[in-house]
């Protein structure tokens, strides 16, 4: 078992999902220790106005991701390969174009989590 920290919300309160990856944290986890997955093109940690840039406190459903690897549900929801811990199924919103920019030259590609655009 790994003692690496996993994406699991410390507490309900003031919970976000990570627009690119749909990671759920709380405000604090996404500042203190970025995203578990996607810190390295976003750069969150110690960002406050990142991370309420690139997070969304509005998002629908949750899965709790325990096998990254092997799961089916994982792999509809293209989040196979992340690390292990709580998702969003659906995250509302849209990443700022600027941050998409900052993606695409870091050859990066942003796909909206939010199943609600199509």
Same mark, same amino acid.
């Given at each position: 078992?790994? /003692? ?16 690119? +990856?749909?990671?759920?944290?709380? /405000? ?9 997955? +996607? ?26 991701? /325990? ?9 509809? !929801? ?21 941050? !998409? ?18």
């Amino acid at each position: 078992v790994s /003692t690496q920290s996993t994406g699991v919300p410390k507490d309900l309160n003031n919970i976000r999902a990570c627009m690119m +990856c749909s990671l759920l944290k709380n /405000t604090e986890q996404f500042i203190l220790d970025g995203c578990d997955n +996607c810190d390295q093109w976003l750069s969150l940690k110690n960002n406050r106005e990142r991370v309420l840039e690139c997070t969304s406190p509005n998002y629908e459903g949750m899965i709790s991701l /325990t096998n990254p690897d092997e799961s089916w549900v994982a792999r509809w !929801q293209g989040i196979r390969g992340l690390v292990r811990g709580m998702y969003a199924i659906s995250v509302m919103g849209k990443m700022p174009s600027h941050i !998409q920019r900052e993606l695409e030259r870091q050859g990066r590609k942003y796909k909206s989590r939010d199943l609600g655009i199509k």
